[in-house]
């Protein structure tokens, strides 16, 4: 009786084993995304990237055009009352070295920007009057500010900047007070970047 009892036992403990076995088989077998091997090492396998993770990367990956030291910089200045383009060609300042166009355009906002890479940018602006207006950079009221050589309808002040003369140095000051003269826009535009910079 007690032999019948655990052959009984054994019969049910293999149907089940059976049982299990063939459950597991179908679910593989039915299932075409996975084969028996990667259920096996389910566990032990990296998570696949997902699209997003893809694009980030190749986000990263894209390098941003920034101005370099090398980076040849060309200002074209058109005027308007002789219809004259002026052109220079410089190293970039100090400044501007790492930015990218979104940032050149940010700050020079009255420039069009007309090329960004990496060897050339090229920045257009157009300016009043004449390239050949004369003028005379100095101080008003504790700023530095710009004036006509000869005096135009009448007024001699063209403009007062933001910068006060006492943010600069002892040297500049002087130069300031003394008076520079200066020839064409564009070279008053320049001197005045960087005194505004």
Known sequence: MKRLAAA?????????????????SYGIFNNPSQKPEQLANTALLPETPKDTDIEANNIKEEEIVKIKPYTKMIYEYYYKDD??????????????IGKTKEEMEITFDQWEIVKFTEEE???????????????????QDGYVAVFYNEAIDGAKIKEITDTPVSALPEDE?????????????????????????
């Open 121 to 139: 940018v090229i920045m257009r602006r157009q300016m009043e009057g004449s390239s050949a207006q004369n003028y005379i950079v100095g101080v």
């Open 83 to 96: 219809r004259n383009t002026e052109r220079s060609e410089e190293e970039p300042p100090h400044f501007m």
């Open 173 to 197: 000051r002087q130069k300031l007070l003394d008076g520079i003269s200066i020839s064409g826009e564009e070279a008053l535009m320049r001197l005045l970047e960087d005194y505004t910079s």
């Open 8 to 24: 009984i036992i054994l019969v049910l403990l293999g149907a089940v084993v059976l049982g299990v076995g063939a459950y597991f």
